[in-house]
């Protein structure tokens, strides 16, 4: 099974993006979706943006991945 999460582009460098998911910044490749601009969310797999997607279903993508790691934690 293969997991993408969405991340949000802070800024572009060539065939690179500083992009940031709940606080973290990470740098990426956007050599798969050279549309993607500062601003985008793009679906993260293993260091690549495969796909830019809208911010609603970034933010739902979000919220579940929050809701279900909140379900793991240890009362």
């Known amino acids: 099974m293969c997991l993408a999460v969405p991340a949000k ?3 572009i460098d060539g065939d690179y993006a500083e992009t940031e998911i709940a606080g973290v910044k ?4 956007i050599a798969l979706t050279p549309e993607a601009s500062p601003g985008d969310y793009v679906l993260l797999h293993t260091g690549y943006a495969i796909a830019v997607i809208g911010e609603a279903e970034a933010e739902e993508t979000l919220t579940i991945l929050e809701e279900i790691a909140s379900l793991s934690e240890v009362h």
């Open 9 to 11: 582009i802070v800024s």
């Open 26 to 29: 990470r740098r990426i490749s």
